[in-house]
């Protein structure tokens, strides 16, 4: 079975970084070359949200809010996948998971949770002035 296990998050005052682990198993990152991994979060009474996302070719997305702040990586030796957040904001609060699919679609949906098939637990991110 494929689990991805999320850690790194905690509390950050506004201004603040953390950095988001997902690890991976059951499922080898590099398998395909399409693969797609992503970050999505969830904030209290709001839709969840796709915020980054990486192919295995190095292409990335981002949605408009994060950009230039968070940046996505992956690291297949370690089937590992990375989000770094840099100067946080209140409106970064929110349920953080990482998300593993098939790839292959579009680029324009990268971020959208349908593209995604394997989901982690999620991590807690808070965010306070």
């Known amino acids: 079975a494929v689990q991805l296990v999320e850690s790194g998050g905690g509390s950050v005052q506004v201004g603040g970084s953390l950095r988001l682990s997902c690890a991976a198993s059951?499922?080898?990152?590099?398998?395909?070359?399409?693969?797609?991994l992503g970050w999505f979060r969830q904030a209290p009474g709001k839709e969840r949200e796709g915020v980054a996302a990486?192919?295995?070719?190095?292409?990335?997305r981002y949605t408009d809010s994060v950009k230039g702040r968070f940046t996505i990586t992956q690291d297949n030796a370690k089937n590992t996948l990375y989000l770094q957040m840099n100067n946080l904001k209140l409106e970064d609060t929110a349920v953080y998971y990482c998300?593993?699919?098939?790839?292959?679609?579009?680029?324009?949906?990268?971020?959208?949770?349908?593209?995604?098939?394997?989901w982690g637990q999620g991590t807690q991110v808070t965010v306070s002035s």
């Open positions: 990486i192919q295995n070719d190095g292409t990335t």
């Open positions: 998300a593993v699919g098939m790839g292959g679609g579009p680029q324009a949906f990268m971020l959208m949770d349908y593209e995604y098939i394997y």
């Open positions: 059951g499922y080898t990152f590099s398998s395909y070359s399409s693969t797609l």
